[in-house]
């Protein structure tokens, strides 16, 4: 039998501590374009350890951080409760999301929307997205620049692992994927969030070999709990991939973060 894991069970370790942050620029950004006030409603929906949360509940907002997994949320919980902030945190995915959800005048959807059934999803937002707000998509990028050659061994080993183990992902393929990212904007055009704002930070930043390698088993599709047995053998490839890029084990990273900010037609 074919094992069914969850994406992100037994992440929280490596997304906490080896997961690019949102630079607080781009945050105050999308806060600026978007009108938010403080005390005003958002969803951060697959939140995770609460990436984007904290820095929303920073800012004042009342934040509603949901996940499906049990431990992300602790996380969250966690590091807002060290900062004395207050989130409201709803253990759920994407596709428990109800009509008499919300209102919320921004949904946030970081690294996570290629896992959900897009259009469903929404569809659903659609009816809690308050008038005159908007759902904000969230990712990195890496650029194709000469220090971003440790990013292509990362990739290619990720792939090479997760096709040898033939897993199959409990969330994933919904969409016609699994879990793999495509372009927003098809799935936003057949929507009713059709004005869209783009806003982007690049980042230039050292990275270290443990540093890649977290980062790496920080990923859904390829981490440690995923990988099982194979995650001893994806790391010693992985790390002799990288030494040939660099024997020291240091390298630097450029990475665009992104914010795709969708709302409905005036």
């Keep these: 039998m074919i094992p069914v894991k969850r994406p992100f069970q ?28 403080p005390g005003d409603p958002v969803l951060d929906l697959g939140c995770g350890p609460g990436n984007l ?13 949901m996940d499906p997994e049990p431990e992300m949320l602790r996380a969250a919980e966690e590091a807002a409760r060290a900062e004395g902030l207050s989130i409201r945190l709803v253990q759920a995915s994407s596709s428990d999301l109800k009509a008499t959800d ?11 929307f290629h896992w959900m059934d897009r259009a469903a999803t929404l569809a659903m937002l659609d009816r ?31 792939e090479r692992y997760v096709r040898s183990l033939s897993l199959t992902v409990s ?24 004005r869209l704002d783009g806003l982007s930070v690049t980042v230039r930043t050292a990275i ?8 790496a088993f920080s ?18 490839e992985l790390r002799a991939g990288l030494r040939e ?17 969708a709302r409905r037609p005036e």
């Design 10 to 37: 037994g992440t929280v370790a490596d997304y906490r501590e080896y997961r690019l942050d949102y630079p607080p620029r781009l945050i105050d950004r999308l806060i600026a374009l978007m009108g938010l006030r």
């Design 53 to 65: 949360a904290l820095p929303f509940a920073r800012a004042g907002m009342a934040v509603t951080a």
């Design 102 to 112: 919300g209102p919320f005048r921004l949904v946030l959807i970081g690294r996570a």
């Design 128 to 158: 809690i997205v308050a008038p005159g707000g908007g759902v904000a998509l969230l990712h990195d990028a890496h650029p194709p620049v000469e220090e971003n050659g440790w990013y292509k061994v990362a990739v290619r080993a990720n």
């Design 171 to 194: 969330g994933a393929g919904r969409d016609g994927g699994t879990g793999g990212h495509r372009r927003y904007e098809p799935f936003l055009f057949a929507s009713a969030f059709t």
């Design 208 to 215: 270290s070999e443990d540093e890649i390698v977290g980062r």
């Design 219 to 236: 990923m859904g599709a390829c981490s440690r709990d995923i990988l099982e047995g194979a995650a001893e053998a994806f790391e010693t």
């Design 245 to 261: 890029l660099s024997p020291d084990g240091n390298f630097m990273e450029i990475a665009e973060m992104v914010a795709l900010l």
